[in-house]
């Protein structure tokens, strides 16, 4: 047990590299891309500390060059399921009671490796696996999964510290337990800081973890894990499976051992996910813990008085930076008829100056989305806009997947505020823009609350404070992060904790004690210095 009160590192945000031409990361970053596009990996599941290779293999491809393969992965069996869960709540005996700052050091030291030797190998991984450009991956896989790691290490002591108040005939504590039983991390393929903080953040409050990523990103999550041994998180603590989600799934929420989801990826399979716990909830040693955040149809609005350059700006960045597949990404913006002329140029002049292709190619905005499926979907949307009577595409509209799933940056305008791609969530490089009556800006706030089911992000923009005011009341339900004269895209752990509402998850926060909160279980302990040896109260006498 610790001898005294730790005081953790200040948790810093890790500043992002330019890669600017000739600097050594860029250098660095493309020796690594090169080499591991070059090469092929063989990646196995991680159970109880020992790889674990199935021989039932999958292959890995870029997005932008899907006929080149960079490795295999193996796929699980229900045996295999079975085992992380077991070797889990063995581990869990000895994690459990691991003293906190040791949990701490073991974290802190990940976010070192990160930020040292293992930081072009993760951003080039990143670049490979989910095309992501240089920039993009810096962002995500080196600086927010550094800053979760660094972060969620003070939250922690912060949690801790929270005690209520005692009084000199009694002693009153509370000790922040990790759930009973273990827990199950599933993961998207589009942050790899988002497949590295979901596990890390639980194993950290003492948690043990079976962890399913991506199948889309499986090649950088092995680079999570790699740097999870090296900094020396023991084995069982956080265990890796891959395959097939439904059998996975099922044998975990079958155990009456499991105690808690943490979950990104959509709204549809997150609904199942909790049906299924709630159809199991009879054979649960405790109620599960379900934390997740899901889809988003996140929105730019601008108010008449905005600077055109400004929502131009917005647009181009909110809704095409890594291809329009973040979750907060625009998708859906309001831009009224005063602005419209001057943000229609921009965009379209700015969108025609991107270019397209693999990230290697550093001068390159735009690479390729995920794979075939999301491509197939796209495609399809955007060739309705082309037929429909009230959409029209101002530009972008093609695409190619002889090579890579590649998209054009494509802009819809449509005079149906309820048009098809105004709710419906795309996660690809496509926004739609309304034009509104500039007279009508109460209204339309009123159409963007209600068009949606989601609440994950938006933005507006305006020099008017009275309409950034009244944007801010009317449209309070309908994000969980809301940015004012900004893009609703790029939260920085420990500025601006990540969730939303609605349909788009729990809004637990990410990058806070918030959604740390969720992965202890309180426990109370009163302790009484002269206790009582008669039952009678005064008022008997």
């Keep these: 047990m610790g001898k005294g009160f730790f005081n953790v590192p200040i948790a810093v945000n890790e500043p992002v590299k330019s890669y600017a031409p000739g600097s050594p990361e860029r250098e660095a970053v493309l020796k690594a891309y090169k080499e591991m596009f070059n090469s092929t990996v063989d990646v196995p599941m991680y159970i109880n500390g020992k790889d674990v290779l199935t021989g039932n293999t999958r292959t890995m491809s870029p997005p932008h060059d899907h006929k080149h393969i960079v490795g295999t992965y193996h796929l699980a069996e229900k045996q295999h399921v079975e085992e992380a869960i077991a070797t889990a709540l063995e581990a869990r005996k000895s994690w459990a009671v691991l003293p906190w700052e040791q949990r701490a050091g073991i974290f802190l030291k990940a976010a070192e ?3 040292g030797p293992y930081r072009a190998k993760i951003n080039a991984a990143t670049m490979i696996a989910q095309s992501k450009t240089i920039h993009q991956a810096e962002i995500d896989a080196a600086c927010e999964l550094i800053d979760f790691l660094r972060f969620n290490v003070q939250f922690m002591t912060d949690i801790y510290a929270e005690q209520p108040e005692s009084i000199t005939e009694a002693w009153n504590r509370i000790e922040y337990r990790p759930l009973e039983g273990f827990t199950y991390a599933v993961t998207p393929f589009n942050f790899t800081a988002i497949a590295g903080n979901l596990p890390s953040c639980m194993a950290l409050m003492g ?6 990523p991506s199948d889309s990103q499986i090649y950088s999550a092995k680079v999570i894990m790699d740097v999870f041994n090296e900094a020396g998180v023991p084995d069982g603590v956080i265990n890796v499976v891959f395959g097939d989600p439904v059998m996975i799934t099922d044998t975990i929420m079958s155990s009456p051992d499991f105690s808690g989801l943490h979950f990104t990826g959509s709204t549809f399979i997150f609904k199942e996910l909790w049906k299924q716990i709630g159809n199991n909830i009879h054979n649960y040693k405790t109620y ?9 149809k996140d929105f730019i609005v601008a108010h008449k008085s905005a600077n055109a350059k400004q929502v131009a700006t917005a647009i181009v960045r909110g809704a095409f930076e890594f291809q329009g597949q973040k979750c907060s990404a625009a998708s859906r913006a309001y ?14 002049k700015d969108v025609n100056s991107f270019k397209m292709g693999s990230p290697e190619d550093m001068s390159n905005f735009i690479t390729a989305v995920i794979h075939e499926g999301s491509f197939d979907k796209l495609v399809k949307y955007i060739d309705q806009a082309k037929a429909d009577k009230d959409a029209e595409i101002i530009v972008g509209g093609n695409y190619d997947k002889s090579k890579g799933y590649f998209i054009e940056p494509t802009v819809i305008v449509t005079s149906n505020p309820k048009y098809t791609t105004m709710c419906t969530e795309l996660f690809g490089p496509v926004i739609t823009i309304y034009v509104y009556d500039e007279n009508k800006y109460s209204e339309t706030l009123t159409l ?3 068009t949606s089911e989601y609440a994950l ?16 009341k009317t449209l309070q339900n309908s994000a969980g992060n809301f940015y004012i004269n900004d893009k609703p895209t790029g939260a920085v752990v420990g500025q601006q904790p990540f969730g939303g509402a609605r349909a788009s998850g729990t809004n637990d926060k990410a990058g806070s004690a918030q959604n ?26």
């Design 207 to 212: 948690n043990v973890v079976v962890w399913k």
């Design 516 to 541: 740390l909160l969720r992965w202890v279980s309180p426990r109370m302990i009163k302790e009484t210095f002269v206790t009582p040896t008669d039952y009678r109260y005064p008022f008997l006498g």
């Design 457 to 472: 992000t938006g933005a507006i923009l305006a020099t008017d404070r009275y309409a950034v005011d009244e944007a801010t």
């Design 113 to 115: 490796l990160i930020a």
């Design 288 to 296: 599960p813990r379900i934390v997740g955040e899901t889809g988003g």
């Design 448 to 450: 963007v609350d209600e």
């Design 335 to 348: 831009i009224p008829t005063n602005l419209w002329e001057d943000v229609k140029n921009y965009v379209i």
